[in-house]
Protein backbone atom coordinates (compact mmCIF):
# COMPACT_ATOMS: atom_id res chain seq x y z
CA UNK A 1 0.00 0.00 0.00
CA UNK A 2 1.64 3.72 -1.00
CA UNK A 3 2.24 6.11 1.56
CA UNK A 4 0.29 8.84 -0.05
CA UNK A 5 -3.19 6.34 -0.01
CA UNK A 6 -2.07 5.70 3.59
CA UNK A 7 -2.35 9.17 4.65
CA UNK A 8 -5.86 9.45 2.77
CA UNK A 9 -6.81 6.50 4.82
CA UNK A 10 -5.30 8.02 8.03
CA UNK A 11 -7.54 11.37 7.75
CA UNK A 12 -10.86 9.44 8.45
CA UNK A 13 -8.83 8.10 12.01
CA UNK A 14 -9.35 10.14 15.36
CA UNK A 15 -6.66 11.01 17.19
CA UNK A 16 -7.52 8.04 19.61
CA UNK A 17 -7.74 5.50 16.74
CA UNK A 18 -4.20 6.81 15.65
CA UNK A 19 -2.32 6.56 18.57
CA UNK A 20 -3.57 2.85 19.58
CA UNK A 21 -2.54 1.92 15.87
CA UNK A 22 0.92 4.13 16.41
CA UNK A 23 1.35 1.97 19.71
CA UNK A 24 0.34 -1.04 18.09
CA UNK A 25 2.79 -0.62 15.05
CA UNK A 26 5.64 0.51 17.17
CA UNK A 27 5.49 -2.83 19.28
CA UNK A 28 5.14 -5.11 15.91
CA UNK A 29 7.78 -3.00 14.19
CA UNK A 30 9.89 -3.75 17.56
CA UNK A 31 9.04 -7.54 17.80
CA UNK A 32 10.10 -7.88 13.82
CA UNK A 33 13.33 -6.07 14.13
CA UNK A 34 14.64 -8.45 17.17
CA UNK A 35 13.40 -11.51 15.05
CA UNK A 36 15.77 -10.37 11.79
CA UNK A 37 18.81 -9.00 13.61
CA UNK A 38 18.90 -11.01 17.00
CA UNK A 39 16.92 -14.09 16.00
CA UNK A 40 18.22 -13.92 12.45
CA UNK A 41 14.67 -15.60 11.76
CA UNK A 42 11.91 -12.88 10.04
CA UNK A 43 8.90 -14.15 10.00
CA UNK A 44 7.55 -11.61 7.65
CA UNK A 45 8.92 -10.48 4.04
CA UNK A 46 11.01 -7.57 3.26
CA UNK A 47 7.65 -6.23 1.78
CA UNK A 48 5.32 -6.73 4.56
CA UNK A 49 7.85 -5.16 6.24
CA UNK A 50 7.99 -1.87 4.33
CA UNK A 51 4.18 -1.57 4.35
CA UNK A 52 4.45 -1.61 8.18
CA UNK A 53 6.52 1.43 8.37
CA UNK A 54 5.36 2.90 5.75
CA UNK A 55 2.26 2.86 7.60
CA UNK A 56 3.84 4.24 10.90
CA UNK A 57 5.39 7.12 8.89
CA UNK A 58 2.05 8.14 6.64
CA UNK A 59 0.27 8.33 10.81
CA UNK A 60 2.96 9.94 12.28
CA UNK A 61 3.83 12.82 9.64
CA UNK A 62 -0.09 12.86 10.02
CA UNK A 63 -0.48 13.34 13.55
CA UNK A 64 3.42 14.58 14.13
CA UNK A 65 2.52 15.43 18.14
CA UNK A 66 1.44 11.79 18.84
CA UNK A 67 4.99 10.46 17.93
CA UNK A 68 6.46 7.82 20.72
CA UNK A 69 9.70 8.32 21.84
CA UNK A 70 9.82 4.18 21.18
CA UNK A 71 8.93 5.25 17.52
CA UNK A 72 10.66 2.59 14.57
CA UNK A 73 12.20 6.16 13.60
CA UNK A 74 14.49 6.68 16.61
CA UNK A 75 16.20 3.54 16.67
CA UNK A 76 18.47 3.35 13.91
CA UNK A 77 19.41 0.40 12.06
CA UNK A 78 19.63 -2.92 13.71
CA UNK A 79 19.45 -3.41 17.60
CA UNK A 80 23.03 -4.59 19.16
CA UNK A 81 22.06 -7.77 21.01
CA UNK A 82 22.61 -7.60 24.63
CA UNK A 83 24.44 -10.98 24.61
CA UNK A 84 27.96 -9.88 22.71
CA UNK A 85 30.52 -8.04 23.76
CA UNK A 86 30.90 -4.85 21.91
CA UNK A 87 33.25 -3.42 19.28
CA UNK A 88 33.40 -0.08 18.38
CA UNK A 89 34.61 0.22 14.62
CA UNK A 90 37.24 2.63 14.23
CA UNK A 91 35.93 3.47 10.82
CA UNK A 92 31.60 3.73 10.33
CA UNK A 93 30.61 0.74 8.45
CA UNK A 94 28.66 2.24 5.76
CA UNK A 95 25.83 1.18 3.76
CA UNK A 96 24.92 1.54 0.18
CA UNK A 97 22.40 3.33 -1.97
CA UNK A 98 20.69 1.25 -4.65
CA UNK A 99 20.63 1.16 -8.36
CA UNK A 100 17.91 -0.67 -10.45
CA UNK A 101 18.17 0.45 -13.97
CA UNK A 102 20.79 1.94 -16.52
CA UNK A 103 19.30 5.29 -16.12
CA UNK A 104 20.38 5.05 -11.97
CA UNK A 105 23.55 4.15 -13.07
CA UNK A 106 23.96 6.89 -15.88
CA UNK A 107 22.81 9.01 -13.20
CA UNK A 108 25.54 7.62 -10.70
CA UNK A 109 28.32 8.87 -13.31
CA UNK A 110 26.91 11.43 -13.97
CA UNK A 111 26.72 12.55 -10.09
CA UNK A 112 30.38 11.36 -9.50
CA UNK A 113 31.50 13.62 -12.63
CA UNK A 114 28.97 17.18 -11.37
CA UNK A 115 31.26 16.39 -7.81
CA UNK A 116 34.52 16.32 -9.57
CA UNK A 117 34.19 18.72 -12.03
CA UNK A 118 34.56 16.31 -15.09
CA UNK A 119 33.53 17.39 -18.36
CA UNK A 120 30.05 15.51 -19.30
CA UNK A 121 32.16 12.74 -21.33
CA UNK A 122 35.48 12.02 -19.11
CA UNK A 123 35.16 8.54 -18.84
CA UNK A 124 35.39 7.59 -14.58
CA UNK A 125 37.15 3.92 -14.21
CA UNK A 126 34.55 1.78 -11.97
CA UNK A 127 35.83 -1.69 -10.47
CA UNK A 128 32.92 -4.13 -10.23
CA UNK A 129 32.31 -6.67 -7.92
CA UNK A 130 29.63 -9.45 -6.68
CA UNK A 131 27.43 -8.54 -4.08
CA UNK A 132 27.81 -11.45 -1.25
CA UNK A 133 24.00 -11.72 0.62
CA UNK A 134 25.47 -12.66 4.11
CA UNK A 135 26.74 -10.86 6.92
CA UNK A 136 29.25 -8.59 7.26
CA UNK A 137 32.00 -8.38 9.14
CA UNK A 138 35.11 -5.85 10.26
CA UNK A 139 38.17 -7.61 11.17
CA UNK A 140 40.84 -5.33 13.25
CA UNK A 141 44.68 -6.14 12.67
CA UNK A 142 47.51 -5.01 14.07
CA UNK A 143 50.91 -4.97 12.88
CA UNK A 144 50.04 -8.12 11.13
CA UNK A 145 48.43 -9.62 13.99
CA UNK A 146 44.58 -10.26 14.25
CA UNK A 147 42.95 -8.00 17.18
CA UNK A 148 39.28 -8.67 16.83
CA UNK A 149 36.42 -9.24 14.66
CA UNK A 150 32.90 -7.50 14.94
CA UNK A 151 29.59 -7.88 12.91
CA UNK A 152 28.28 -4.52 11.68
CA UNK A 153 26.05 -4.06 14.21
CA UNK A 154 24.62 -0.75 13.70
CA UNK A 155 27.56 0.57 11.84
CA UNK A 156 29.39 1.64 15.03
CA UNK A 157 29.17 -0.64 17.52
CA UNK A 158 29.30 -4.20 16.06
CA UNK A 159 29.39 -7.44 17.80
CA UNK A 160 32.53 -9.45 19.18
CA UNK A 161 32.68 -12.37 16.82
CA UNK A 162 36.50 -13.38 17.17
CA UNK A 163 36.96 -16.57 17.99
CA UNK A 164 33.58 -17.53 15.92
CA UNK A 165 35.40 -16.24 13.19
CA UNK A 166 38.56 -17.93 13.98
CA UNK A 167 36.59 -21.15 13.30
CA UNK A 168 36.80 -20.66 9.76
CA UNK A 169 39.66 -22.37 8.68
CA UNK A 170 40.69 -19.98 5.21
CA UNK A 171 40.76 -17.08 7.59
CA UNK A 172 44.20 -15.85 8.61
CA UNK A 173 45.06 -14.47 12.17
CA UNK A 174 48.15 -13.36 10.55
CA UNK A 175 48.92 -11.57 7.49
CA UNK A 176 50.81 -13.28 4.88
CA UNK A 177 53.24 -11.40 3.10
CA UNK A 178 55.24 -7.98 2.90
CA UNK A 179 53.99 -4.79 2.92
CA UNK A 180 51.89 -4.95 6.46
CA UNK A 181 50.08 -2.64 7.25
CA UNK A 182 50.20 -1.19 10.53
CA UNK A 183 46.81 -1.05 10.98
CA UNK A 184 43.84 -2.28 9.18
CA UNK A 185 40.08 -2.78 9.15
CA UNK A 186 39.67 -5.54 6.54
CA UNK A 187 35.73 -5.82 6.01
CA UNK A 188 33.91 -8.72 3.96
CA UNK A 189 31.21 -10.78 3.80
CA UNK A 190 30.33 -14.38 5.67
CA UNK A 191 28.30 -16.84 3.85
CA UNK A 192 26.87 -20.38 3.23
CA UNK A 193 27.23 -22.27 -0.40
CA UNK A 194 23.80 -23.53 -1.36
CA UNK A 195 25.19 -27.43 -1.03
CA UNK A 196 26.41 -26.55 2.57
CA UNK A 197 23.18 -24.69 3.43
CA UNK A 198 20.70 -27.81 2.02
CA UNK A 199 22.76 -30.47 3.38
CA UNK A 200 22.49 -28.15 7.17
CA UNK A 201 18.85 -28.34 6.72
CA UNK A 202 18.82 -31.88 6.59
CA UNK A 203 20.34 -32.35 9.69
CA UNK A 204 18.61 -29.86 11.62
CA UNK A 205 15.63 -31.60 10.38
CA UNK A 206 16.86 -34.96 11.32
CA UNK A 207 18.22 -33.41 14.69
CA UNK A 208 14.67 -31.42 14.88
CA UNK A 209 16.42 -28.24 15.38
CA UNK A 210 15.75 -24.90 13.72
CA UNK A 211 15.48 -25.00 9.43
CA UNK A 212 16.86 -22.24 8.25
CA UNK A 213 15.06 -20.03 5.85
CA UNK A 214 17.90 -19.30 3.52
CA UNK A 215 21.75 -19.42 3.32
CA UNK A 216 21.84 -15.72 4.37
CA UNK A 217 20.42 -16.48 7.56
CA UNK A 218 21.97 -19.64 7.90
CA UNK A 219 24.85 -17.92 7.82
CA UNK A 220 24.08 -15.31 9.91
CA UNK A 221 22.49 -17.95 12.74
CA UNK A 222 25.37 -20.11 12.59
CA UNK A 223 28.17 -16.99 13.32
CA UNK A 224 26.03 -15.38 15.55
CA UNK A 225 26.47 -18.24 18.47
CA UNK A 226 27.70 -17.65 21.59
CA UNK A 227 29.25 -20.75 21.46
CA UNK A 228 32.20 -21.34 19.18
CA UNK A 229 31.59 -24.78 18.79
CA UNK A 230 28.46 -24.20 17.30
CA UNK A 231 30.10 -22.05 14.71
CA UNK A 232 33.09 -24.62 14.04
CA UNK A 233 30.51 -27.62 13.26
CA UNK A 234 29.03 -25.20 10.59
CA UNK A 235 30.23 -24.66 7.32
CA UNK A 236 31.01 -20.70 6.62
CA UNK A 237 33.28 -19.31 4.14
CA UNK A 238 33.82 -15.20 3.86
CA UNK A 239 35.10 -12.72 1.06
CA UNK A 240 37.05 -9.98 1.55
CA UNK A 241 36.41 -6.38 -0.11
CA UNK A 242 36.98 -3.42 1.63
CA UNK A 243 38.90 -1.33 4.22
CA UNK A 244 38.13 0.76 6.84
CA UNK A 245 40.36 2.29 8.94
CA UNK A 246 44.34 2.00 7.21
CA UNK A 247 47.43 2.70 8.58
CA UNK A 248 50.90 2.71 7.00
CA UNK A 249 49.96 1.35 4.03
CA UNK A 250 48.20 3.01 0.86
CA UNK A 251 46.59 1.26 -2.08
CA UNK A 252 46.52 3.42 -5.22
CA UNK A 253 43.16 1.78 -6.42
CA UNK A 254 40.32 -0.67 -5.67
CA UNK A 255 41.53 -3.08 -7.75
CA UNK A 256 45.54 -2.88 -5.87
CA UNK A 257 43.97 -3.06 -2.76
CA UNK A 258 41.85 -6.25 -2.97
CA UNK A 259 44.86 -7.87 -4.90
CA UNK A 260 46.65 -6.97 -1.68
CA UNK A 261 44.15 -8.54 0.91
CA UNK A 262 44.33 -11.84 -1.54
CA UNK A 263 48.19 -11.44 -1.01
CA UNK A 264 47.75 -11.20 2.63
CA UNK A 265 45.78 -14.41 2.75
CA UNK A 266 42.30 -13.56 2.33
CA UNK A 267 39.66 -15.56 -0.10
CA UNK A 268 38.51 -12.70 -2.42
CA UNK A 269 35.59 -12.88 -5.16
CA UNK A 270 37.14 -13.35 -8.81
CA UNK A 271 33.85 -12.11 -10.31
CA UNK A 272 35.20 -8.70 -10.56
CA UNK A 273 35.40 -6.35 -13.39
CA UNK A 274 36.62 -3.12 -14.56
CA UNK A 275 34.05 -0.67 -16.13
CA UNK A 276 34.15 2.91 -17.66
CA UNK A 277 30.83 3.46 -19.17
CA UNK A 278 27.11 3.18 -18.29
CA UNK A 279 26.93 -0.10 -21.57
CA UNK A 280 30.03 -1.58 -19.99
CA UNK A 281 28.54 -1.61 -16.86
CA UNK A 282 25.58 -3.46 -18.04
CA UNK A 283 27.46 -5.80 -20.00
CA UNK A 284 28.61 -7.05 -16.72
CA UNK A 285 25.14 -7.29 -14.84
CA UNK A 286 23.78 -9.14 -17.80
CA UNK A 287 26.81 -11.62 -17.56
CA UNK A 288 26.76 -11.57 -13.93
CA UNK A 289 23.08 -12.11 -13.89
CA UNK A 290 23.49 -15.53 -15.84
CA UNK A 291 26.40 -16.40 -13.86
CA UNK A 292 24.26 -16.07 -10.57
CA UNK A 293 22.50 -19.71 -10.50
CA UNK A 294 25.57 -21.69 -11.19
CA UNK A 295 27.78 -19.39 -7.98
CA UNK A 296 26.86 -21.77 -5.70
CA UNK A 297 26.22 -18.75 -3.02
CA UNK A 298 24.05 -16.27 -3.21
CA UNK A 299 24.53 -12.92 -4.63
CA UNK A 300 21.84 -10.20 -4.62
CA UNK A 301 23.73 -8.19 -6.95
CA UNK A 302 26.71 -6.14 -7.96
CA UNK A 303 28.48 -2.93 -6.40
CA UNK A 304 30.78 -0.71 -8.14
CA UNK A 305 33.15 1.21 -7.02
CA UNK A 306 35.44 4.30 -8.31
CA UNK A 307 38.77 2.57 -8.76
CA UNK A 308 40.62 5.06 -7.97
CA UNK A 309 40.87 5.99 -3.99
CA UNK A 310 42.67 8.99 -4.35
CA UNK A 311 38.78 10.13 -6.13
CA UNK A 312 37.36 7.98 -3.32
CA UNK A 313 38.61 10.24 -1.17
CA UNK A 314 37.79 13.56 -2.50
CA UNK A 315 33.90 12.15 -3.39
CA UNK A 316 33.76 11.18 0.26
CA UNK A 317 30.07 10.40 1.71
CA UNK A 318 26.44 11.24 2.11
CA UNK A 319 25.15 10.86 5.39
CA UNK A 320 25.64 7.24 6.07
CA UNK A 321 26.65 5.70 2.44
CA UNK A 322 29.44 6.69 0.12
CA UNK A 323 29.28 8.87 -3.37
CA UNK A 324 31.86 6.25 -4.28
CA UNK A 325 30.12 3.45 -4.47
CA UNK A 326 26.57 1.84 -5.32
CA UNK A 327 24.84 -1.45 -5.29
CA UNK A 328 23.06 -2.32 -8.71
CA UNK A 329 20.13 -4.75 -7.33
CA UNK A 330 19.40 -8.00 -9.13
CA UNK A 331 15.67 -8.86 -9.33
CA UNK A 332 14.50 -11.84 -7.09
CA UNK A 333 15.22 -15.29 -8.27
CA UNK A 334 12.19 -16.54 -10.28
CA UNK A 335 10.64 -20.67 -10.97
CA UNK A 336 7.46 -21.78 -12.25
CA UNK A 337 6.27 -25.37 -10.68
CA UNK A 338 3.46 -27.46 -9.95
CA UNK A 339 1.84 -26.76 -6.66
CA UNK A 340 0.66 -30.07 -5.55
CA UNK A 341 -1.26 -29.37 -2.82
CA UNK A 342 -2.10 -26.64 0.20
CA UNK A 343 -1.98 -27.19 3.77
CA UNK A 344 -3.05 -25.42 6.83
CA UNK A 345 -0.30 -24.77 9.90
CA UNK A 346 -1.85 -24.23 13.16
CA UNK A 347 0.97 -21.92 14.82
CA UNK A 348 1.10 -21.34 18.60
CA UNK A 349 -1.39 -17.97 18.49
CA UNK A 350 -3.73 -20.42 16.38
CA UNK A 351 -2.97 -18.46 13.32
CA UNK A 352 -4.18 -21.00 10.26
CA UNK A 353 -1.01 -20.12 7.95
CA UNK A 354 -1.56 -21.90 4.37
CA UNK A 355 1.36 -23.77 2.66
CA UNK A 356 2.31 -24.38 -0.68
CA UNK A 357 3.46 -27.92 -1.18
CA UNK A 358 5.23 -28.06 -4.36
CA UNK A 359 7.22 -30.67 -6.67
CA UNK A 360 10.75 -29.62 -6.27
CA UNK A 361 12.57 -26.70 -8.41
CA UNK A 362 15.87 -25.03 -8.19
CA UNK A 363 15.80 -21.50 -7.87
CA UNK A 364 18.84 -20.13 -8.19
CA UNK A 365 20.79 -22.89 -6.97
CA UNK A 366 18.39 -23.41 -3.65
CA UNK A 367 16.10 -26.34 -3.91
CA UNK A 368 12.30 -25.03 -2.85
CA UNK A 369 9.58 -27.43 -1.63
CA UNK A 370 7.54 -25.10 0.02
CA UNK A 371 6.50 -22.02 -0.16
CA UNK A 372 4.37 -19.18 2.09
CA UNK A 373 0.72 -18.39 0.66
CA UNK A 374 0.70 -16.07 3.78
CA UNK A 375 -3.32 -15.79 4.65
CA UNK A 376 -6.83 -16.57 2.86
CA UNK A 377 -6.92 -13.20 0.99
CA UNK A 378 -3.69 -13.73 -0.51
CA UNK A 379 -4.97 -16.94 -2.19
CA UNK A 380 -7.89 -15.55 -3.33
CA UNK A 381 -6.27 -12.55 -5.04
CA UNK A 382 -3.69 -14.30 -6.45
CA UNK A 383 -6.86 -17.38 -7.25
CA UNK A 384 -3.91 -20.00 -6.09
CA UNK A 385 -5.51 -23.27 -6.80
CA UNK A 386 -3.86 -27.16 -6.37
CA UNK A 387 -3.04 -28.27 -9.90
CA UNK A 388 -2.07 -25.00 -10.97
CA UNK A 389 1.46 -24.19 -12.17
CA UNK A 390 2.74 -21.67 -10.28
CA UNK A 391 5.75 -18.80 -10.25
CA UNK A 392 7.99 -18.94 -7.25
CA UNK A 393 10.35 -16.47 -6.02
CA UNK A 394 13.12 -16.09 -3.55
CA UNK A 395 14.62 -13.35 -2.93
CA UNK A 396 16.92 -12.63 0.06
CA UNK A 397 14.27 -12.41 2.62
CA UNK A 398 12.45 -14.87 4.48
CA UNK A 399 10.85 -18.03 2.77
CA UNK A 400 10.04 -18.14 -0.77
CA UNK A 401 6.30 -16.93 -1.62
CA UNK A 402 4.18 -17.91 -4.43
CA UNK A 403 3.65 -14.50 -6.44
CA UNK A 404 1.10 -15.62 -8.83
CA UNK A 405 -0.14 -18.37 -11.24
CA UNK A 406 0.37 -19.35 -14.62
CA UNK A 407 -3.32 -19.44 -16.50
CA UNK A 408 -2.57 -21.24 -19.38
CA UNK A 409 -1.11 -24.02 -17.83
CA UNK A 410 -4.25 -24.21 -15.18
CA UNK A 411 -5.98 -27.77 -15.55
CA UNK A 412 -9.56 -28.08 -16.58
CA UNK A 413 -10.85 -29.91 -13.28
CA UNK A 414 -9.41 -26.98 -10.52
CA UNK A 415 -11.13 -25.86 -7.79
CA UNK A 416 -11.23 -22.85 -6.04
CA UNK A 417 -9.46 -23.21 -2.77
CA UNK A 418 -11.80 -22.87 0.18
CA UNK A 419 -10.19 -22.17 2.98
CA UNK A 420 -11.54 -24.24 5.69
CA UNK A 421 -13.76 -22.16 8.74
CA UNK A 422 -12.84 -24.94 11.08
CA UNK A 423 -9.21 -25.83 12.55
CA UNK A 424 -7.53 -28.80 10.88
CA UNK A 425 -6.08 -30.36 13.98
CA UNK A 426 -8.90 -29.91 16.44
CA UNK A 427 -11.59 -29.11 14.14
CA UNK A 428 -12.26 -25.90 16.51
CA UNK A 429 -13.85 -22.93 15.15
CA UNK A 430 -11.38 -21.09 12.50
CA UNK A 431 -12.54 -16.89 13.77
CA UNK A 432 -11.52 -13.97 11.26
CA UNK A 433 -11.98 -11.17 13.31
CA UNK A 434 -12.96 -8.44 11.20
CA UNK A 435 -10.09 -5.78 9.48
CA UNK A 436 -7.61 -8.56 10.14
CA UNK A 437 -5.84 -10.80 7.54
CA UNK A 438 -5.48 -14.11 9.62
CA UNK A 439 -7.74 -16.76 10.63
CA UNK A 440 -7.21 -18.25 13.98
CA UNK A 441 -8.47 -21.16 15.62
CA UNK A 442 -10.80 -20.22 18.80
CA UNK A 443 -9.71 -22.96 21.02
CA UNK A 444 -6.74 -22.17 22.57
CA UNK A 445 -4.83 -24.61 24.27
CA UNK A 446 -7.31 -27.34 23.76
CA UNK A 447 -6.14 -27.40 20.34
CA UNK A 448 -3.21 -29.32 20.55
CA UNK A 449 -1.29 -27.92 17.99
CA UNK A 450 -1.27 -24.78 19.99
CA UNK A 451 -0.66 -26.38 23.45
CA UNK A 452 2.43 -28.06 21.98
CA UNK A 453 3.78 -24.86 20.18
CA UNK A 454 3.19 -23.20 23.12
CA UNK A 455 5.30 -25.94 24.60
CA UNK A 456 8.08 -25.73 22.15
CA UNK A 457 8.04 -22.09 22.74
CA UNK A 458 8.41 -22.74 26.49
CA UNK A 459 11.40 -24.71 26.56
CA UNK A 460 13.10 -22.56 23.38
CA UNK A 461 16.40 -21.16 23.89
CA UNK A 462 15.31 -17.59 24.65
CA UNK A 463 12.37 -18.58 27.31
CA UNK A 464 13.11 -21.71 29.42
CA UNK A 465 15.70 -22.97 27.37
CA UNK A 466 16.37 -26.60 28.73
CA UNK A 467 19.06 -28.53 27.46
CA UNK A 468 17.52 -32.11 26.30
CA UNK A 469 14.29 -30.82 25.74
CA UNK A 470 14.10 -29.82 22.57
CA UNK A 471 11.18 -29.11 20.16
CA UNK A 472 11.06 -33.11 18.88
CA UNK A 473 11.23 -34.40 22.61
CA UNK A 474 8.11 -31.86 23.60
CA UNK A 475 6.14 -33.57 21.15
CA UNK A 476 7.13 -37.06 22.34
CA UNK A 477 6.23 -36.37 25.55
CA UNK A 478 2.87 -34.53 24.43
CA UNK A 479 1.60 -37.22 22.32
CA UNK A 480 2.25 -39.74 25.03
CA UNK A 481 0.55 -37.18 27.67
CA UNK A 482 3.65 -36.98 29.65
CA UNK A 483 3.92 -33.51 29.41
CA UNK A 484 0.94 -31.69 28.54
CA UNK A 485 1.18 -28.13 29.99
CA UNK A 486 4.34 -26.61 30.93
CA UNK A 487 3.85 -27.42 35.01
CA UNK A 488 4.24 -30.76 34.01
CA UNK A 489 7.72 -30.55 32.78
CA UNK A 490 8.85 -29.71 36.42
CA UNK A 491 6.83 -32.52 38.26
CA UNK A 492 8.46 -34.93 35.63
CA UNK A 493 11.55 -35.95 37.99
CA UNK A 494 8.86 -37.08 40.59
CA UNK A 495 6.73 -39.03 38.60
CA UNK A 496 9.28 -40.97 37.62
CA UNK A 497 10.59 -41.20 40.47
CA UNK A 498 6.92 -42.61 41.67
CA UNK A 499 6.16 -44.90 38.76
CA UNK A 500 9.56 -46.57 37.70
CA UNK A 501 8.08 -49.05 35.10
CA UNK A 502 7.32 -45.73 33.20
CA UNK A 503 10.24 -44.03 33.35
CA UNK A 504 11.78 -42.33 30.32
CA UNK A 505 14.68 -44.16 30.57
CA UNK A 506 12.68 -46.92 29.03
CA UNK A 507 11.91 -45.15 25.92
CA UNK A 508 13.85 -45.11 22.13
CA UNK A 509 16.92 -43.07 22.33
CA UNK A 510 16.60 -42.53 26.19
CA UNK A 511 18.77 -43.87 29.31
CA UNK A 512 19.38 -43.70 33.16
CA UNK A 513 22.27 -41.55 32.12
CA UNK A 514 20.18 -38.79 29.98
CA UNK A 515 17.55 -39.01 31.95
CA UNK A 516 19.25 -37.59 35.12
CA UNK A 517 20.81 -34.90 32.53
CA UNK A 518 16.71 -34.21 31.76
CA UNK A 519 16.05 -33.86 35.08
CA UNK A 520 19.38 -31.69 36.27
CA UNK A 521 18.91 -29.02 33.29
CA UNK A 522 15.16 -28.60 34.46
CA UNK A 523 15.84 -28.49 37.80
CA UNK A 524 18.76 -25.90 36.73
CA UNK A 525 15.71 -23.72 35.25
CA UNK A 526 13.38 -23.97 38.62
CA UNK A 527 14.53 -20.15 38.29
CA UNK A 528 15.27 -18.24 35.48
CA UNK A 529 15.11 -14.23 34.90
CA UNK A 530 12.25 -12.54 34.67
CA UNK A 531 12.33 -11.63 31.01
CA UNK A 532 12.66 -14.75 30.11
CA UNK A 533 9.63 -15.87 31.79
CA UNK A 534 7.57 -13.12 30.47
CA UNK A 535 8.79 -13.78 26.95
CA UNK A 536 8.42 -17.61 27.65
CA UNK A 537 3.98 -17.58 28.26
CA UNK A 538 4.26 -16.32 24.72
CA UNK A 539 1.87 -13.52 24.92
CA UNK A 540 0.39 -12.08 22.12
CA UNK A 541 1.77 -8.44 20.63
S1 LIG B 1 31.11 -2.23 -0.02
C1 LIG B 1 31.20 1.69 1.78
N1 LIG B 1 31.25 -4.45 -1.40
O1 LIG B 1 26.43 -4.88 1.19
C2 LIG B 1 31.02 0.42 1.11
N2 LIG B 1 29.61 -4.27 0.30
O2 LIG B 1 24.52 -2.55 1.30
C3 LIG B 1 30.21 -0.52 1.87
N3 LIG B 1 28.25 -6.27 0.60
O3 LIG B 1 26.99 -3.75 4.46
C4 LIG B 1 30.29 -1.89 1.49
N4 LIG B 1 29.21 -7.49 -0.95
O4 LIG B 1 27.46 -6.17 3.94
C5 LIG B 1 30.61 -3.78 -0.42
N5 LIG B 1 31.50 -6.39 -2.67
C6 LIG B 1 30.89 -5.71 -1.69
C7 LIG B 1 29.82 -6.28 -0.94
C8 LIG B 1 29.21 -5.51 0.05
C9 LIG B 1 28.27 -7.47 -0.02
C10 LIG B 1 27.28 -5.88 1.65
C11 LIG B 1 27.92 -5.35 2.90
C12 LIG B 1 27.32 -3.99 3.11
C13 LIG B 1 26.11 -4.02 2.26
C14 LIG B 1 25.80 -2.63 1.77
Same mark, same amino acid.
Given at each position: ??? #???????????E???????? #????? +??????????? $???? +??????? @??? =? =?????????????????????V?????? #???????????????? @????????????????F????????? *???????????????L????????V @????????????????????????????????????I??? !?????? $???????? #?????? =???????????????????????????K???????????Y???T????V????????????? &??????????????D????L????????????????????????? /?V????????????????? =???L?EI???????????? !??????V? !????????? &???????????? +??????????? @?? $??????V?? $????R???????????????? /?????????????????????????? *??????V??D???????G???????????????????F?? *??????N??????????????????????????K???????????????
Amino acid at each position: MSA #QRMSHDNTSLTEIEAKQQLE #QLALE +IAQHDQAYYNH $DDPT +ISDAQYD @ALR =K =KNDALEAQFPHLVRPDSPNKRVGSVVSE #QFDKIEHKAPMLSLSN @AFSSEDIDEFFARIRRFLSLAENTPV *EIYGEPKIDGLSFSALFENGKLVHV @ATRGNGQVGEDITNNMKTIESFPDVLEGDDIPSAIEIRGE !VYMSHD $DFISLNQA #QEAANK =KIFANPRNAAAGSLRQLDPSITASRPLKYFVYGIGLLEGYEPSTQQNMVSMLKHWGFDTNEH &TRRCSATDEVMAYYDYMNDLRPTLGYDIDGLVYKVNDIALQQRLG /NVTRSPRWAIAHKFPAQKA =KTLLEEINIQVGRTGALTP !VAYLKPVN !VGGVMVSRA &TLHNQDEIARKD +IRVGDTVVIQR @AG $DVIPQVVSV $DIQKRPKDTKEFIFPDHCPVC /NGHAIRTEGEAVTRCSNGLMCSAQAV *EGLKHFVSKDAFDIEGLGQKQVEEFYNDHIIRTPIDIFKL *EERDRQNPLISIAHRDGWGVKSVQKLFDAIRARKEIELDRFIYSLGIRF
